[in-house]
T-cell receptor
Framework: QQPVQSPQAVILREGEDAVINCSSS?????VHWYRQKHGEAPVFLMI?????EQKGHDKISASFNEKKQQSSLYLTASQLSYSGTYFC?????????????FGTGTRLKVLA | DAGITQSPRYKITETGRQVTLMCHQT?????MFWYRQDLGHGLRLIYY???????DKGEVPDGYVVSRSKTENFPLTLESATRSQTSVYFC????????????????FGPGTRLTVL
């Protein structure tokens, strides 16, 4: 099952903050975040491996609550370049192989 | 070209025809993946491969066939295309999560936009 992301879409003005949530019904070993600009391929942002871990990438950071099976992506002082669709992804193991399952996506639009 | 490439980039076909989408990577990544992207569904995993000759189903495998005889290639075939398979298809690769303890990212190809009439 795909992780569920919320909100589905958000519109911001430059300089405003946003939070994107990712929730899974299955236990999470790790959480990956990707950003996809319109018409392009998804690009990796960061991975969180441990419960409660927080990582940062420029003014974009994320947290991972293993017990709640949730992760949140924080975009601070948003810039026009932040516009795009954000995906969380999780790793699931099946019979010794690993597969990546992505969330439903959150469309972010930053206006000048 | 270095990296991960997909061909064709755009394809229009008719219902019932067989279509093969190609994916090629030059990094010798052991893992390769096929996703389809549709509005409202995000990226859904179709098939994946842990190594040459090892493939497994993802979330939405029905109507698709894959093979992986060489590490660098992972073609996706739609045996009899249907309109519901109209989508953007992304191929991705990564090193084995086993090697890196999960510290690895996926690298995506540019995508193939497929329209089934």
């Amino acid at each position: 099952q795909q992780p569920v992301q919320s909100p589905q879409a958000v519109i911001l003005r430059e300089g405003e903050d946003a939070v994107i949530n990712c929730s899974s019904s299955k236990a999470l070993y790790s959480v990956h975040w990707y950003r996809q600009k319109h018409g392009e391929a998804p690009v990796f942002l960061m991975i969180l491996l441990k419960g409660g871990e927080q990582k940062g990438h420029d003014k974009i950071s994320a947290s991972f609550n293993e017990k709640k099976q949730q992760s949140s992506l924080y975009l601070t002082a948003s810039q026009l370049s932040y516009s795009g669709t954000y995906f969380c992804g999780t790793v699931q193991t099946t019979s010794g192989t690993y597969k990546y399952i992505f969330g439903t996506g959150t469309r972010l639009k930053v206006l000048a | 070209d270095a990296g991960i490439t997909q061909s064709p980039r755009y394809k229009i076909t008719e219902t019932g025809r067989q279509v093969t989408l190609m994916c090629h990577q030059t990094w010798s990544h052991s893992y390769m993946f096929w996703y389809r992207q549709d509005l409202g569904h995000g990226l859904r995993l179709i098939y994946y491969s842990a190594a040459a000759d090892i493939t497994d189903k993802g979330e939405v495998p029905d109507g698709y066939v894959v093979s992986r005889s060489k590490t660098e290639n992972f073609p996706l075939t739609l045996e009899s295309a249907t309109r519901s398979q109209t989508s953007v298809y992304f191929c991705a690769s990564s090193v084995s999560p086993i090697r890196t303890g999960g510290h690895n990212e996926q690298f995506f190809g540019p995508g193939t936009r497929l329209t089934v009439l």
